[in-house]
């Protein structure tokens, strides 16, 4: 049987709790899962990708030492703004696994104006985790199969946990907390040793 790998490409800014609980919940359910962070053409980023690379690759390191070696691995070189991109880097890479690209429901109305779409999304394989605030649709799961996608739901629950929150709201409670140290030292996000709200010292 083809093992399959998880493709998780995410803007990641910052990474939330959100973040961390989907990698976590994909190692259970799959050999092996590949992150990345990348440029959202549909979206404004508050910081730049190499940042945003940087933490994402803290979350990875405090995960791998709870899964264990071989689980889940950062590929930042399967970064693009492009899925397809990003989805033939993989291919390249993962040659001997089957590969599930993994998205989250709020994005299931988007997917049908990326870039590329004829070239990638027939056959592909879409994983699509229920994020809290946006329910999943039955007609754009239809949408995407009428496209040729193959999207399939993942038993994942994931906390309510938004980057863009966090960008408006600074909340250490959303945050990783192997990450809190860094964005309060460095006033990354609003976060700051000074102005931080009193859960940034219990954690």
Same mark, same amino acid.
């Not at 790998?5 to 994909?26: C, K, Q, W, Y």
């Not at 397809?84 to 299931?108: I, N, T």
């Given at each position: 049987?083809?093992?399959?790998?998880?493709?998780?490409?995410?803007?990641?800014?910052?990474?939330?709790?959100?973040?961390?609980?989907?990698?976590?919940?994909?190692?259970?359910?799959?050999?092996?899962?590949?992150t990345w962070a990348s440029d959202n053409p549909f979206k404004q980023h508050g910081a730049p990708l190499e940042l945003r690379a940087a933490l994402?690759?803290? !979350?990875?390191?405090?995960?791998?030492?709870? %899964?264990? #070696?071989?689980? /889940? $691995?950062?590929?930042?070189? *399967?970064?693009? =703004?492009?899925?397809?991109?990003?989805?033939?880097?993989?291919?390249?890479?993962?040659?001997?696994?089957?590969?599930?690209?993994?998205?989250?429901?709020?994005?299931?109305?988007?997917?049908?104006?990326?870039?590329?779409?004829?070239?990638?999304?027939?056959?592909?394989?879409?994983? !699509?985790?229920?994020?809290?605030?946006?329910? %999943?649709? #039955?007609?754009? /799961? $239809?949408?995407?199969?009428? *496209?040729?996608? =193959?999207?399939?739901?993942?038993?994942?629950?994931?906390?309510?946990?938004?980057?863009?929150?966090?960008?408006?709201?600074?909340?250490?409670?959303?945050?990783?907390?192997?990450?809190?140290?860094?964005?309060?030292?460095?006033?990354?996000?609003g976060f700051s040793a000074d102005g931080c709200p009193p859960p940034c010292g219990s954690r």
């Amino acid at each position: 049987m083809t093992p399959t790998v998880a493709l998780f490409g995410t803007s990641a800014d910052p990474p939330t709790v959100g973040h961390r609980a989907v990698l976590e919940g994909l190692t259970g359910l799959v050999p092996l899962v590949a992150t990345w962070a990348s440029d959202n053409p549909f979206k404004q980023h508050g910081a730049p990708l190499e940042l945003r690379a940087a933490l994402l690759e803290a !979350v990875v390191r405090d995960l791998q030492q709870q %899964v264990g #070696p071989g689980r /889940l $691995e950062l590929c930042q070189d *399967l970064s693009s =703004r492009r899925v397809r991109d990003s989805l033939e880097r993989a291919a390249q890479r993962f040659p001997d696994h089957d590969r599930l690209l993994v998205v989250g429901s709020d994005l299931l109305e988007q997917i049908p104006r990326w870039a590329a779409l004829e070239a990638w999304l027939p056959g592909c394989r879409l994983g !699509v985790i229920a994020r809290q605030g946006w329910p %999943v649709q #039955p007609a754009a /799961l $239809e949408r995407l199969r009428q *496209l040729g996608g =193959r999207p399939e739901l993942l038993p994942l629950h994931i906390p309510a946990a938004a980057s863009s929150s966090i960008r408006r709201h600074p909340d250490p409670q959303l945050v990783p907390p192997e990450l809190l140290p860094r964005l309060m030292a460095q006033n990354l996000y609003g976060f700051s040793a000074d102005g931080c709200p009193p859960p940034c010292g219990s954690r």
